[in-house]
């Protein structure tokens, strides 16, 4: 935020600069309110027509993650249901990365569901590999074109999957 500051006092200088109070990044269950953000997040991290509205429906405090800045979404984390336990998704909002924020919003999960394995698929060629690893997830299975259906053609992310486990 303060890097957007600066910039709109270089570009306006005639302008009263605003200042602003910072707030710690507060992470919360999902509610209702936060859809249209979420929704605005996944779409932007994923792909459009993502709908998690259905996780109001079970345990939002063990299959959610909510990351606020004030009342910005600034991430997001789903389990697919308390029994399954399996990431749907996990994102952070562009500009908000190298926060910790992904890897408290895992942590959450993680430790909401224990003496559960967790389990996920992530594309071949996401950087978020690393972050998986570092929880002591561990790959199982490679799947060909696993998100074919899902990304645009023109997407740079890899349509390949690993299918990574967590075990308890």
Known sequence: MEDIRAHYGLAHP????????RAPITYVSLQSSHLPQVHDLLARSFWAGIDVSDSLNYSPEKCTVV??????????????????TYITYLAVRSGWDNTQIATTMLYHLISHNPNKDITLHVSANNPA????????FKAEEFVAGFYETYLDPKSRSSKNAFRLRLRC
């Open 14 to 21: 005639e302008r009263e600069q605003p200042s602003e109070t």
């Open 67 to 84: 990351a606020m800045y004030k009342k910005l979404v600034v991430g997001a984390a789903f389990l697919s249901s308390p029994q399954e």
């Open 129 to 136: 590999m690393l972050l998986y690893n570092r929880f002591g």
